[in-house]
Each structure stands twice: as structure tokens, then as C-alpha cells.
């Protein structure tokens, strides 16, 4: 089953986007993705091919994983998504744990949001988040932003009080990924109650990046939005 879907994602490759996809996602040396290769497949066939192989093991996942083919890792991660979503309390503990073990593989900011939120969150909404503490103090970018990330899952049921902290714990990371993620955890949480960010960004926004404040901000009227970047507020 593995080869076959390796042939079918190799099928549709498109070298003139896999150009692109090689740029856009930073891929050169000493760039956040360097050494990541790309066939060049659309989201929507990678998610095709996934759901027809669904019934993929942990082991030729685990190989898919450690692949450098974006796509391949990608696929890899659907279908993870698409077991944990029919899985029961202990299968969904499997594929969390396997998860974790293998984010080291899960290498780029597009890899980490399509699955951290679906698994991690998921299965740490109603259980003890120390592990989100713990990932979010690593040195390893894609383990941070694995750690904001995943608190979508508890922000879309209004629980807010961990993506704060976490946001808090990141505020002075050096890496624009994690601007960019905090920020629009940040905003996702304004979204839902924005007297709750406003709160957090009187406290913060003079000191965090300029960037993670302009996604928070994002949906604020013009002006309003003007006075938080003048510091008028």
C-alpha cells in the first residue's frame, strides 16, 4: 500500500509549482525549510490521496515522516488526522503519542497547522497541558509553534487561559513563524472575546513583536488599529 501511494503522489508531480512551493516555504540554505523538497501537489490531491490510504500502519507513516518530500510527510500527517478523527480514547492516545515522537518531522509552519490543533489540542482539551509548557520552552522552532498551535483547539471552545499563557511564555522568541503564530492564536482568540485580548495586549503589546501585534490586530477597525501600532492606547 505504501508504494502504491507513493506512485500516485509521484504522478502528480508538477515541477514548474514545486519551484515555487520550493521558495515560498524557504527551503534554501540556512532558511527555516532547507533541505525540504517538493513535488509540487495541491492540498486538495494530497487530501484525496490520503483519505484513500487512511488504513496506512504507524510504520509506513513513520517512514513517510522521515522523508524529506514535503508531500510525503504531509500525506502522512492527513492521514493521521483522518485515524484520529475514527479513533477511540486509546487510539487517539497511540496517534498523540506517535505524534509527539515524530515532531521533529513535522517541519514546516504548513505541516504543523493542518495537525496540532486536530490531535494535540484535541486530545489535550480536557486533560493536564503540561506537555504544551514544556514544548513551548524548547529550543526546536516546529515544537513551539506545535505548542500555540494546538491551543486552537481549546480557543474554539472558548477556553483561552492556556493559549494566553503559552502566548506569554513566547512573546520574546526571536523567529517570525512564532510571531506569526502567537499573533494569530491571539487574534482567533479576539475573534471569540475581544475585551479578553485587549486585556492582554494593554499588559504586552509595547514589548511584543511588531508582527505578532499586527495579527492580533488584524480585525480591529483602522483606527483602532493604528493607535495599538502608534502606542496611543
Not at 503559552?166 to 503564530?181: C, N, R, T, V, Y
Not at 485580548?197 to 513583536?209: A, D, R, S, T, V
Request: net charge positive.
Amino acid at each position: 500500500m505504501l508504494l502504491q501511494l507513493i506512485k500516485e503522489l509521484q504522478s502528480k508531480k508538477n515541477l514548474k509549482k514545486a519551484k515555487v512551493l520550493q521558495g515560498f516555504f524557504k527551503t534554501g540554505k540556512g532558511e527555516y525549510g532547507e533541505g525540504d523538497f517538493f513535488l509540487g501537489l495541491t492540498s486538495e490531491q494530497i487530501k484525496g490521496i490520503a483519505k484513500k490510504y487512511s488504513g496506512l500502519n504507524f510504520s509506513k507513516l513513520q517512514l513517510l515522516l522521515k522523508s524529506k518530500i514535503h508531500e510525503y510527510r504531509m500525506c502522512a500527517l492527513r492521514i493521521l488526522v483522518l485515524k484520529y478523527e475514527k479513533a477511540d480514547e486509546n487510539g487517539k492516545a497511540r496517534i498523540f503519542n506517535f505524534y509527539l515522537k515524530n515532531a521533529k518531522h513535522i517541519n514546516n509552519w504548513d505541516l504543523v497547522d493542518i495537525s496540532a490543533p486536530n490531535i494535540v489540542g484535541d486530545f489535550l482539551l480536557n486533560k493536564n497541558k503540561k506537555i504544551l509548557y514544556k514544548l513551548a520552552k524548547s529550543k526546536n522552532l516546529w515544537e513551539k509553534r506545535i505548542s500555540v498551535i494546538s491551543t486552537f483547539a481549546f480557543i474554539k471552545e472558548k477556553k483561552f487561559n492556556d493559549a494566553l499563557k503559552i502566548s506569554e511564555i513566547l512573546l520574546k522568541d526571536k523567529h517570525d513563524l512564532i510571531h506569526k503564530a502567537v499573533g494569530w492564536m491571539l487574534r482567533e482568540i479576539g475573534k471569540r472575546d475581544k475585551k479578553i485580548l485587549e486585556n492582554f495586549l494593554k499588559e504586552y503589546y509595547k514589548i511584543m513583536p511588531r508582527t505578532m501585534l499586527r495579527y492580533a490586530i488584524e480585525r480591529f477597525e483602522e483606527g483602532e488599529r493604528k493607535k495599538w501600532l502608534r502606542g496611543e492606547v
